[in-house]
């Protein structure tokens, strides 16, 4: 069977062979099939959905989110409305995230700004990792 192997794939999707390897074992992306060897061979399209999982974990989506994402790629028939659905509940969690960093920030900041950064040993910033809670929940 001719195709690309492994390695071309990866190169060409821009993937790590390791990665691409963990996705034909998940069954997130499946070769074309096996060459006469027992190598994995793939093609055009198994690069392009490769490439395509790339992207989408670029934006940060989980592996069963890409693989939702595939069925509805594959799916011609499918309402663009499920697909805006899991872009949409993706926003959603980034904006979380987002919340918590700026929130993680300015508690560092707040903490580095009443550190003394002198010879002495006392640092609020070692107190507050060191202290039960950690963190405040101060905004």
Do not use: N, W
């Not at 663009?80 to 899991?86: C, H, L, P, W």
């Not at 993706?90 to 010879?119: F, K, N």
């Amino acid at each position: 069977m001719s195709g690309l192997t492994i390695g071309r794939a990866a190169e060409t999707s821009g993937l790590p062979v390791k990665t691409v390897r963990y996705y034909a074992d998940i069954g997130l992306i499946a070769p074309r099939g096996r060459s006469a060897s027992g190598y994995r061979v793939y093609g055009g399209e198994e690069v392009r959905r490769l490439t395509f999982v790339r992207r989408a974990r670029a934006f940060g989506f989980s592996v069963e989110e890409c693989r939702e994402l595939l069925s509805l790629y594959d799916d011609r028939g499918r309402a663009s409305a499920d697909v805006k659905r899991i872009a949409m509940a993706h926003l959603v969690a980034i904006d979380a995230r987002l919340d918590e960093l700026q929130r993680l920030r300015d508690e560092l900041q707040r903490l580095s700004d009443a550190c003394a950064g002198d010879e002495g040993a006392e640092c609020p910033i070692l107190g507050a990792m060191a202290a039960d809670g950690g963190i405040s929940d101060r905004r």
